[in-house]
Structures are given as structure tokens and as C-alpha cells.
């Protein structure tokens, strides 16, 4: 696509079934293109980085309502390829390792979902030759995994993050709310709540933050909880002082969610220092 379209060509990879998250995802991708250069939009539901017992036979699949969305949002090229294509002697021998990073939280409870990932990623990067690709802040290990890619294997590409989008009762937007009965919903606001609550706590350092999370989570004991931590948001292991991340994964349901919200840890002592 570098040679083909007008510069700079910006990426904006997608599983489809789009949704508000999606569409100011193709909104900045469009911005950081430019009138003048190429927005491209790939629709690919990726069986390598589903789990046997995972939802991809039942992932929700609306290709028409995706392409009416990347017309609205000025999308120049939609690239949906078939399983066949992407992968035609099956699935690949050679593929990307993610690390050490992709072993923890969403890797642990997703196993080989992000080699997965990062393996498609590349393949499409290289199908698709940008200069720039975003990635939503929503999925923050796997963007944090796509920016370690780059940089480990030099990668010709810059990597853009997009704030997340919520609806207005703060669940963040997913393909896979569709799954969600309004009870259901009910149960899985309890995670965005509980990521706010935490982040209002963070002058009390790290165990304000997590002791205020939990309480949340523990008031909406139908909300499975897989993990919820704080960590460092360029690596993903255990978060310092300073600029960090509250990640949590729970299941409302049999649907799996995940979120995350920014916050600023003081420094050691300044905790307490915050509350005289
Ligand atoms: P998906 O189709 O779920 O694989 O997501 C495609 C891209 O959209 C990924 O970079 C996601 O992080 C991003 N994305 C998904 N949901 C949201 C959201 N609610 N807000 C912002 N970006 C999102």
C-alpha cells in the first residue's frame, strides 16, 4: 500500500463487529492520515489467537454494517480477507513470540492468545505497508506487546494509541457486549465502577488503590473476577511509582471483559503525606 496509495498510509487493525471504540479509532486514523493520505481498515477475525473453549465460531461477524461504518468515517481501503488467505497452509510454523509480557494476566488466562496477536499483526503490517497503525488503549497489554514488537524486531511502523470509548453507563465499548442480557450488564458495570474507584484512590498509594478496587468487586459477587493489579504500562510487571495502569478481566455471564484506567502513583511516604 505504500507504493500503491497516497502517504502516509495509516492502519487500523479490527476483528469487525464495529462498534463507537472502533469508530474513533478509524476517526484518529483518519486525522493522523490526513486529507491527503490513505486510511486502511483490516476486518480480520484472527482463529489464531482463539483458545479451543473460546467464542470464535460465535464471534459476531457484520461485515456490512462495518463497511457502512469505515465509508462514514472515510476509510479508503477495507481489507477482509478470508481464513484461506491469511493463512493458506494452515496455521503458520514460524510465529511471533511475545515474551515474557504475553505470559502475564491476559496471556495467563488466554493461552497463546497473543502470540496470536502479535503474529497477525506483523502479517498485516507487512500486507499493508503503513507508516502508522493505532491500536485502542482499551486493549492496553496487547498495545503494549504491539509497541515491544516494534521495537524488538524493528519494525518499520509507528504505533498510535486511541483513548478508550464507553458508553454513557461506563462499560467500555466491545463486540462482544452484544452478548450481554440487560442482567448481565448490570453485573458488568461493577468493573469499570470499580477501576474509578481505585483511580480516586491513587494518592493512597498502590494498596488504597487495589483494597479500593476490590471492595468494589466484592459487592458484585456475580462478577467473576480473573485478575485485577496495577502495572507498569511499558512492560506490564509490577507497577512502580509514577505513571501506572489498573487492569482488571472479570466475567459477567459467560461473557469475558476486560478494561483499565491510567493513574499516577506518588512516591514512596507521599501517600500518607496526601491525607495530613
Ligand atoms: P477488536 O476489533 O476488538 O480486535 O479491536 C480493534 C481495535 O479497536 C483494537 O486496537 C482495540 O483496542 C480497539 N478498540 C476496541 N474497543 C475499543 C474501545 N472501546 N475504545 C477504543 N478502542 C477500542
Known sequence: ARALMPGPVVLAPTMGALHDGHARLLGAARTLAGPRGSVIVSIFVNPLQFGPNEDLDRYPRTLDADLAMCAREGADLV??????????????EVSVDPGPAGQRFE???????????????????????????????KDAQQLTLVRRMVT???LDVVIEPVPTVRDADGLATS???????????AVALALPRALLA????????ADAVLAAARAVLRA??????????????GTFGPAGTGSALLVAAARAGTTRLIDNLALVLPAEGAGDAAHH
Open 198 to 205: 481505585g483511580q480516586a484512590a491513587a494518592d493512597g498509594g
Open 175 to 185: 463486540s462482544r457486549n452484544r452478548y450481554l442480557s440487560a442482567a448481565d450488564r
Open 79 to 92: 481489507f477482509a480477507p478470508a481464513a484461506a488467505e491469511i493463512y493458506p497452509g494452515g496455521p503458520p
Open 220 to 233: 458484585q459477587p456475580a462478577l467473576a473476577v480473573d485478575y485485577v493489579a496495577l502495572v507498569d504500562p
Open 152 to 154: 524488538d524486531l524493528n
Open 107 to 137: 496471556g495467563e488466562f488466554r493461552p497463546g492468545f497473543f502470540g496470536g496477536v502479535l503474529t497477525v499483526v506483523l502479517k498485516l503490517l507487512h500486507l499493508t505497508r503503513p507508516a502508522v497503525a493505532v491500536f485502542g488503549q
